[in-house]
Nanobody, 117 residues
């Protein structure tokens, strides 16, 4: 059973930075795409960024230019570097991975990010 474990969340002031990590229990190369989603209170879960096996990336308009997703296949880890954080970035951030032939994606347990002064 594949497990995704997020870390790196916390409380940060507006304008600050955080780096989230998602460690997989197996090879992330087996995932054709991995991504970060977030869910704020009272809102639906939304895609923040994802990265394909080949390295292509995709970002939500609200985070373009501020967030960067990357993957380290040797460490089986996906990262989300978040800069210039805003209060509206406050949410629980979830790691997600999808495999070909597997209908349901894999999810981590989530990590809280709070942006507040």
């Amino acid at each position: 059973q594949v497990q995704l474990v997020e870390s790196g969340g916390g409380l940060v002031q507006p304008g600050g930075s955080l780096r989230l990590s998602c460690a997989a229990s197996g090879s992330i190369f087996s995932f054709y795409t991995m991504g970060w989603y977030r869910q704020a209170p009272g809102k639906q879960r939304e895609l923040v960024a994802d990265i394909l096996r080949g390295g292509s990336t995709n970002y939500a308009d609200s985070v373009k230019g501020r967030f960067t997703i990357s993957r380290d296949n040797a460490k089986n880890t996906v990262y989300l570097q978040m800069n210039s954080l805003k209060p509206e970035d406050t949410a629980v951030y979830y790691c997600n991975g999808k495999k070909l032939g597997v209908p349901a994606p894999y999810w981590g347990q989530g990590t809280q990010v709070t942006v507040s002064s």
